[in-house]
């Protein structure tokens, strides 16, 4: 169904986009850092909630993406339509919700959450980063499910022009606020807003364009077909508590390592950021998996869907030890640019080691591994391996690891391989013993 020439036209935009949202997310870093390490921490803690909020409505494009690539696959266009325009439907009312309780319960959520071990400036910066980010929710919601579903048709250069403009936008405006203008935390979150919204417009304009094999009509007319929810949500509410629980765990974990003080919550972001670049084949490959594996699934050839998995891994696992050895080689330069406190760059430069060892053997397996499953309709079995995981192995023995055997933030990056590898492990011998076939069907 996919040759090479396809699978190059579909991956490599994916990974040129994942590419441009990282570096940005360290260009946003290194140029907060100007207004200190309390602004860098700010955002840091917000940023690690906001993945958590943002997820709720993004596992739902996921689930729409699968439904509609399974229709594509079985030549059903007209009902692969009918899930574009009820997956912008769901999406848009659920953004528009978390965007409600975030802009009221602001402070008090970050409170609950951090409690008083933060210091009072970062959580200044906090409060002001999270208030201005959440009214880009909806916006974000409606750019990801419009991407979803470009991809899905196998045309993932649309949503990498679009985000070319949005990262572009959101370049310049930090630079413009952030070192023009000095505004700190609010420079590099007004710009987040704008480029979000733009690129919403954008690519609600093109997904309305007939010529596509997948598109919307007449969003604002359209009535929610509680059928079609219903098999998005069969996906999506899976893969959604999979990874609220996973970015729960998450943020469980950030307050940890709150309590290790400033210099670990900023070493802890920079390593999070060049750990981020780290991984963008695994994640750009991953989010092929759902258009290549749905719809083989849909056209009923499910050992044509092994075939591609297998392919694809190597062709992760290529990519990813490629850029891993290249940023171990490089890793004093970059760390380098944030311009951090000797202590905050010692053990920032730890992270970045340890992280890029591990990454080259676990991370494939643990997160790329198991979008080829969810692809199948195989989303119960990972949804309870991937909680289980976290809150035994990354909660659990961070805990352990960094207040009984006092390894403080090493030990919680310690726990999050483990977690990886017990992960992996569970993906690995469900794809090989094929059980994942029983739910590759199109009710």
């Given amino acids: 169904m996919f040759n090479n020439k396809q699978l190059k036209k579909l991956i490599i935009p994916l990974i040129i986009e994942q590419l441009l949202a990282v570096t940005v997310g360290m260009a946003d870093i290194m140029m907060v850092a100007r207004a200190g390490e309390t602004a860098v921490s700010g955002v840091s803690l917000v940023d690690t909630l906001n993945v958590l909020l943002i997820t709720l409505f993004s596992s739902l494009a996921t689930g729409g993406a699968v439904v509609a690539a399974q229709y594509l696959g079985h030549k059903e266009t007209k009902e692969a339509c009918k899930a574009a325009n009820q997956l912008l439907l769901a999406v848009g009312c659920i953004s528009l919700l978390i965007m409600g309780i975030s802009l009221i319960g602001n402070q008090a959520i970050l409170r609950t959450i951090y409690g008083s071990k933060v210091e009072k400036a970062v959580m200044d910066n906090a409060v002001t980063y999270f208030y201005i980010t959440a009214l880009s929710f909806p916006f974000l919601a409606i750019y990801n499910s419009c991407a979803a579903l470009f991809r899905t048709m196998g045309n993932s250069k649309v949503s990498m022009m679009v985000s070319i403009i949005m990262n572009i936008i959101n370049v310049g405006g930090n630079a413009i606020l952030i070192l023009g203008f000095r505004m700190g935390v609010a420079g590099v979150a007004y710009p987040t807003l704008v480029s979000r919204a733009v690129a919403a417009v954008i690519m609600l304009g093109l997904i309305h364009n007939a010529k596509n094999p997948i598109h919307i009509s007449n969003i604002f007319h359209q009535r929610f077909d509680w059928k079609m929810i219903r098999r998005i949500l069969n996906i999506g509410v899976p893969n959604g508590l999979e990874n609220s629980v996973f970015q729960i765990g998450k943020v469980l974990v950030q307050g940890i390592t709150a309590s290790f003080g400033t210099v670990a919550i900023t070493a802890n972001a920079v390593g999070n950021t060049i750990a981020g670049l780290e991984v963008i084949p695994g994640s750009a490959i991953g989010l092929a998996m759902i258009t290549v594996v749905g719809q083989c699934v849909g056209a009923g050839d499910l050992e044509q869907a092994k075939k591609y998995v297998i392919k694809l891994m190597k062709i992760t696992y290529i990519i990813i ?50 979008n080829a499953l969810r692809a199948a309709n195989d989303v119960k079995n990972t949804m309870l391996i991937s909680i289980i995981s976290m809150w035994v192995w990354r909660i659990g023995f961070s805990f ?13 990056w310690i726990a999050m391989t483990i977690d990886w590898l017990f992960r992996g492990i569970c993906f690995v011998t469900r794809f090989l013993s094929g059980k994942w076939k029983r739910h590759a069907y199109i009710s």
Avoid: D
């Avoid at 640019?337 to 990454?359: K, P």
């Avoid at 352990?400 to 919680?412: D, H, N, R």
């Fill in 321 to 370: 030890i490629i850029l891993n050895m290249g940023v171990l080689l490089l890793r004093e330069p970059i760390i380098g640019l944030y311009n951090l406190s000797s202590e905050t760059e010692a053990l920032a430069m730890q992270l970045v080691i340890y992280h890029s060892i591990c990454c080259c053997i676990i991370w494939p397996i643990s997160f790329c591994l198991p």
């Fill in 400 to 412: 352990i690891l960094a207040y009984s055997f006092k390894l403080g933030l090493m030990g919680v």
